[in-house]
């Protein structure tokens, strides 16, 4: 990726590409309403009669592969067959579906201007859904999609707390 | 005008390396290419100590740190004069520069709490020697044990 290739904006900030990478958690959705705060707020007190692109939002929900058969712990592996293999592989499209919605409801929430002084903000959301173990996953798409910045949520620090 | 007050605080960590610089650079161009940024910008160096690149046996050692000492203020300066000099070319309100001694990973945590920062920047590489790893030891130490979100700054490798 080369310097050189990122667009330098003449006045305001530049334009950034951020992938958040969301799931059930309330570590990732906290992280998801931090970026926007954070990474997306208006310019408070700058010129408010210019709409600026202040950039693309991507929602990376990364599924878990589905295990085609199931191991008990004693006894032989057991097949599942292909009804059962359709409703797993359902509830986890629609749990993948609603962790999405959830994270594109605070997107909308958010991204709602306060008031009529501040300009609104442009940015786009997009959502996509990744398939495989999230480390590679993720990282993967981040590559793909020429991403500036990713956002991940912490599960906490296990001692140490604010 | 904004109150400059109420602004929260963003840590950037930076070492001699260039990977550091890239990190901030690249803060400077995401969140202080305007005038009224969200943030007040706070750059903190550590300057090693002697006895840590020295090793503390052998004879003559004692002799030795004196020299070692200075010459590592030297790089501290310089350090923190290339950030004045990388940060002069933005319209950063708020900053301050902090040359403080001792283990980054510690100096850079205490410099979060010091300043309630809400964000601390670090490069990907720097203070380790560690090329193949890839995140060096205080990028990492730092992820995990600073109170505050934590944003490592990676150098794009030039693709062949």
């Known amino acids: 990726m080369d310097e050189s290739k990122e667009p330098v904006a003449t006045e305001g900030r530049e334009k950034m590409t951020v992938l958040v990478a969301v799931d059930e958690s309330e570590g990732s959705l906290y992280a998801l309403s931090w970026a926007l705060d954070n990474l997306f707020a208006a310019a408070v007190g700058g010129a ?26 004693v006894g032989p592996a057991v097949y599942a067959t292909s009804s059962v293999i359709d409703s797993v592989k359902k509830a986890q499209e629609q749990n993948s579906r609603d962790v999405i919605e959830r994270a594109k409801g605070i997107c909308r929430r958010r991204l709602r201007p306060a008031s009529m002084v501040f300009c609104t903000q442009q940015v786009e959301a997009e959502a996509v859904i990744v398939t495989g173990d999230p480390k590679e996953t993720i990282c993967q798409a981040a590559e793909q ?15 140490i707390r604010r | 005008m904004a109150v400059e007050v109420g602004k929260p605080a963003m840590v950037v960590g930076i070492d001699d390396s260039e990977h550091s610089f890239y990190a901030l650079q690249w803060t400077l161009r995401r969140f202080f290419s305007v005038a009224d940024s ?12 002697p006895a840590c690149v020295v090793g503390l046996a052998g004879p003559g050692a004692a002799d030795v740190l004196p020299f070692v ?33 001792g283990d980054p990973r510690n100096a850079l945590c205490e410099a979060v709490d010091k300043h309630q920062a809400e964000i601390l920047v670090v490069g990907s590489h720097g203070y380790g020697l560690l090329k193949r790893v890839v995140l060096g ?21 030039p693709k062949h």
């Not at chain 1, 692109?53 to 589905?66: I, M, S, T």
């Not at chain 1, 990713?150 to 906490?156: D, E, H, K, P």
């Not at chain 2, 706070?42 to 090693?48: A, C, F, I």
């Not at chain 2, 505050?148 to 794009?156: F, N, Q, R, S």
Request: glycine share 4%; aromatic share 4%.
């Open chain 2, 38 to 49: 969200a943030f007040k910008l706070v750059v903190v160096h550590s300057k090693r100590s």
């Open chain 1, 145 to 159: 999609m020429q991403t500036d910045l990713l956002v991940v949520g912490s599960r906490g620090l296990s001692k």
């Open chain 2, 69 to 101: 000492e200075s010459d590592l203020k030297k790089i501290a300066l310089l350090v923190i004069e290339r950030a004045k000099d990388l940060c002069s070319a933005f319209p950063v309100g708020d900053i301050q520069y902090e040359l403080v001694e």
């Open chain 1, 48 to 73: 408010p009669n210019k709409p600026q692109p202040l950039g693309r939002l991507v929602l990376v929900h990364a599924q878990q592969p589905l295990q085609h058969f199931i191991m008990h712990p």
């Open chain 2, 137 to 157: 030891s205080v990028s990492d130490h730092c992820a995990h044990h600073a109170q505050c979100t934590v944003m490592i700054v990676k150098k794009p490798k």
